[in-house]
């Protein structure tokens, strides 16, 4: 039997990591979405680094929760058959222990430079000057995440629409449902015969289509799915 979870910022929150939607999401009134984008950072680069070494520094001091750890055992139950999908950028599944996780929307701690195209880890917090340079060539570097209106890389996204086609137990954790392609997946798996299973303290429109709910946050309810497979 084959198993998908799909996580989004909803497992990190208990760990202290905000969530992009609903409150407690928002920085120096500035909404996600007008800051993760290629036009916020050619307008205003200085901002949105700001902003990334501000979500950086709240994850370099969290840590993974229950849920995560959860997640790691539930690997090891499944081996081979199973796979992590998430939309988080924070790192916390590998932190906990997760071996094979696809990351969708990319890593916080990976960057790209907008001259020489190099892509290393910068574990910076801070720095007098910004927006960071590039440690090879000098040139302006991003947050290797994929921001609104850009692609999602394609061999993470071909790996999950792969998965999600084939297996036979979905779950989605945390997620607001709202983001595509990230959400379709259930969709799919749906479609294609999965059971689908939400685990979200909050309706969304996964809900719909979920055969079991649990209306808990990540916490308690990954323990609950630890239970019943
Ligand atoms: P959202 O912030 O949109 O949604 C968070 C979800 O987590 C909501 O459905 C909450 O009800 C739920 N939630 C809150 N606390 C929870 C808890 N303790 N346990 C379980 N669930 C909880 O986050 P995402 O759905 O991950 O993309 O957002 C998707 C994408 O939109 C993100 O990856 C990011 C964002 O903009 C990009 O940056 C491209």
């Given at each position: 039997m084959k198993v998908v979870?799909?996580?989004?910022?909803?497992i990190s929150a208990e760990s202290g990591v905000p969530t992009f939607r609903g409150s407690g999401g928002l920085w120096k009134s500035?909404?996600?979405e007008e800051l993760a984008t290629p036009e916020a950072f050619k307008s205003n680069p200085k901002l949105v680094w700001e902003w990334y070494l501000w979500r950086r520094s709240i994850i370099a001091n969290a840590e993974p929760n229950a849920g995560h750890v959860g997640l790691v055992e539930l690997e090891k139950r499944f081996g081979e058959n199973f796979l992590l999908i998430t939309q988080n950028v924070?790192?916390?599944h590998q932190k906990?222990?997760?071996k094979r996780v696809v990351e969708l929307h990319g890593n916080i701690w990976r960057v790209r430079c907008l001259?020489?195209?190099a892509v290393y880890y910068d574990y910076r917090l801070e720095s007098d000057e910004l927006p960071l340079k590039c440690d090879f060539c000098g040139g302006i570097i991003r947050p290797d995440v994929v921001w609104f209106g850009e692609a999602l890389p394609e061999e993470a996204l071909d790996t999950a629409y792969t998965?999600?086609?084939s297996c036979q137990i979905f779950v989605s954790i945390g997620t607001s449902g709202t983001v595509y392609p990230a959400?379709?997946?259930p969709h799919i798996a749906k479609i294609k015969g999965a059971k689908v299973i939400e685990i979200n303290p909050e309706k969304t429109p996964i809900s719909s289509i979920a055969d079991?709910?649990?209306r808990e946050p990540a916490t308690k309810g990954v323990e609950k799915l630890l239970s019943i497979l």
């Open positions: 979870v799909l996580t989004g910022a909803g500035f909404r996600p924070d790192g916390l906990a222990g997760s001259a020489c195209k998965w999600a086609s959400a379709e997946l079991d709910i649990i």
